[in-house]
Nanobody
């Protein structure tokens, strides 16, 4: 199983970016999918998560500005980021709780990270 994140880049304050993360490989079911971020010198922190039933949870710092969504048919999770601030600058990582075969345990997989830089 692999998670491939994309969509990072450089954007001015107030701008928008959309991140994508596609899961591929031997996948029977994907439960929770989410986004985390790690700024320089800081610990990795939760940004947003979404369940299979599309129940969402957000970090207070991004509520009202970021929207997490998923396409179950494509095994893909998205993060729409609006009104970006310099403090949103970080490497953004996706993860997913995946069951690879029917009846198997679930495991947490991580993507490779994509850099978002918010700067004028």
């Amino acid at each position: 199983v692999q998670l491939q994140a994309s969509g990072g880049g450089v954007v001015q304050p107030g701008g928008s970016l959309r991140l994508s993360c596609a899961a591929s490989g031997s996948i029977f079911d994907i439960n929770r999918m989410g986004w985390y971020r790690q700024a320089p010198g800081k610990q990795r922190e939760l940004v947003a998560v979404i369940t299979r039933g599309r129940v969402t949870n957000y970090a207070d710092a991004v509520k009202g500005r970021f929207t997490v969504s998923r396409d179950n048919a494509k095994n893909t999770v998205y993060l729409q980021m609006n009104s970006l601030k310099p403090e949103d600058t970080a490497v953004y990582y996706c993860n997913a709780v995946i069951q690879t075969t029917m009846g198997s345990n679930t495991y947490l997989y991580w993507g490779q990270g994509t850099l978002v830089t918010v700067s004028s």
